[in-house]
């Protein structure tokens, strides 16, 4: 009996670590966020800029929601704010400068909305 207290003790600290590490926002799910259909208002003029803008809306949203229940530390949400936001200013400026984000351009900043999510989901 008395070796099975290390084992028993490792499986409770497994179930403990796998039920802190489960994290449920809307970011990690991937599929919904590409598939985003926004409505147009306000400054934003164009749809796939307008997609790019509720994304970068609800990734914020989510760091804090996971820096508040400390599934992620400070300088963790720093980086990926930093990178969300980011995101926000070169859509900002593609749409400055042609008009309209490109398809190309708005598959390459989901790319890059898609990994702060996976950082953000493991």
Known sequence: MR????????????????????VDLPSCDLTKQRALVVQIEGQVKDVKQAHISMRTNVLNADISTARKSRKITKNEASGMIERVSRVRKQTENLVAKQGVLSAADKADLDRELDSVANQLCR
């Open 3 to 22: 070796n099975l207290y290390p084992f028993m003790l490792l499986v409770l600290t497994l179930n403990v670590q796998a039920a802190q590490t489960g």
